[in-house]
């Protein structure tokens, strides 16, 4: 008796998964790179890391063993050196084109300039985006006061709280919301820390767990389609209206990003208005408000308790400096972007037509490439030195920091790395000024959660006080 049609199919399937396979291992020019024999064969076990979310700890420990170049699955390469990272992000003008990864940052349906996928387009779109985010506007009174205002917002909560302590998870993640949102909207930025209902725009935003949905879409986009139909992906409700709602107004300021988008109307529609800005304030709120939560808990440690003291120092010895003019502070800051890099997994690329030889391996044209800063900063250990310490007198060799600041990747490099880190940066400086020219901070007895890449506190916020921090006033 003949087996039943699905059978036949299973099998037929099966055979031809098989056979090309077989041919990957055999013919495929990454057959030659290190990488463990199966990675020849699939990326499923690749897959099964990113779902469990254990990709960036899996390329870490392969490149620990295998060194700078790392075969991930057929079609998949990951690599940790300087001369890849200019390969793949900067040659060309702005690197090699994005993956479709980032097809998962669409807001409001429609492409923004970071999930833009080709670099001619992102250029075009950058070019009526970038003049807000340079130095020259951060610096300006108009941006630098609403800073200044919600560090002094946050130094008050501080106050407040007294020898309980805070979750300086929520309240550092309000201080980013804040500063993104006035840099958007100007007068019509939100007051997280104050306001309640603004809070709630926080905790939709960041307390959320999206990453098996968006992997499911990257991975097996016609599948999770069908699925999205039965199971809704989690909406922003309060942060789309507030969005929807701030692009209308006509009087947020010309420092603002919306009054650049408003007097660009001849490339930006009202919906790609809408879509910028969203973009723009979650990822302010993810990348500035991790960093900071990590570096802060880093400080509070009995280890780093020094860091705190010189930190309070140079602060006393220089009242009257800028941020700018302040050497350690600065050097404390780029070493927990360093060691905690807000983004620490990989950035992925096409490798275009006609292939590319990078790190002395022929990658063939569409292959996946990428680099993760976690790695980059840890396992060029010539440059940055005992990697796995948290060192900010490293920054201090003015010898050495070229090389340093060229392995630097927590703003990703070249022409598509992020735009908004002049923003981050004055941000991160103007709030531990003011923290830390007044307190001490120390980890709170009662902290039930833990703070470590590895926990997933960027994806998701675990249950109760994720960083509960005591604010200790200097005497």
């Not at 950058?126 to 800073?147: C, D, E, H, L």
């Not at 939709?204 to 039965?230: G, V």
């Not at 990348?287 to 900071?292: K, Q, R, S």
Request: with cysteine.
């Amino acid at each position: 008796m003949f087996a039943p049609f699905w059978q036949i199919s299973l099998a037929f399937i099966s055979l031809i998964y098989l056979c090309i396979s077989i041919y990957r291992a055999i013919f495929s020019p990454l057959s030659r790179l290190p990488g463990p024999k199966y990675t020849l064969f699939s990326e499923l076990y690749l897959v099964i890391q990113e779902f469990t979310g254990k990709r960036r700890e899996y390329i870490h420990e392969l490149h620990k063993r295998c060194g700078a170049v790392v075969r991930l699955g057929p079609n998949e390469v990951s690599f940790t050196s300087l001369e890849a990272m200019k390969e793949i992000y900067t040659s060309g003008g702005s690197g090699y084109d994005k993956t479709e990864f980032y097809t998962l940052f669409k807001q409001f349906d429609t492409r923004t300039m970071f999930s833009t996928l080709d670099k001619g387009t992102h250029s075009q779109k950058k070019r009526f985006i970038a003049s807000q985010y340079a130095n020259t506007n951060i610096m300006r009174p108009q941006v630098m006061g609403g800073i200044q205002d919600r560090a002094g917002a946050f130094v008050k909560k501080c106050i407040e709280s007294g020898q309980s302590g805070i979750d300086a998870y929520v309240y550092l993640h309000c201080f980013a919301l804040d500063c993104a949102s006035h840099h958007l909207f100007g007068r019509y930025g939100t007051h997280s820390i104050e306001k309640k209902a603004d809070l709630e725009m926080m905790e939709e935003l960041s307390y959320h767990d999206s990453l098996k949905n968006n992997l499911a879409q990257y991975r097996w986009p016609t599948m999770s389609a069908i699925f999205d139909k039965i199971i809704k992906p989690r909406p922003s409700p309060i942060a789309n209206e507030y969005v929807l709602d701030c692009i209308q107004k006509s009087d947020a300021g010309e420092q603002t990003l919306i009054y650049k988008l408003q007097n660009s109307k001849d490339n930006f529609q009202q919906i790609q208005m809408a879509a910028e800005c969203i973009d723009h304030l979650a990822a302010g709120i993810d990348t500035t408000g991790d960093a900071l939560c990590l570096l802060m808990y880093q400080l509070s440690l009995s280890e780093s308790w020094h860091v705190q003291d010189l930190l309070f120092s140079e602060f006393n010895e220089n009242k009257d400096k800028s941020l700018d003019d302040l050497p350690y502070l600065d050097a404390v800051i780029k070493e927990g972007l360093r060691c905690f890099p807000p983004i620490p997994m990989s950035q992925p690329r096409y490798v275009p037509t006609g292939g590319r030889t990078i790190d002395g391996y022929f990658i063939p044209a569409c292959a996946i490439v990428s680099c993760q800063a976690w790695s980059v900063h840890r396992l060029n250990e010539d440059v940055f030195v005992k990697g796995d310490e948290f060192l900010p007198e490293r920054w201090l060799d003015a010898e050495t920091n070229l090389e340093k600041n060229r392995l630097f990747f927590s703003f990703g490099i070249g022409g598509r790395g992020c735009t908004g880190r002049h923003l981050a940066m004055a941000e991160m400086k103007c709030l531990l000024r003011e923290v830390y020219s007044r307190f001490r901070t120390r980890i709170a007895p009662d902290m039930k959660g833990r703070m470590t890449l590895s926990d997933q506190i960027i994806s998701s916020r675990p249950l109760d006080q994720t960083c509960k921090l005591i604010f200790e006033p200097i005497v």
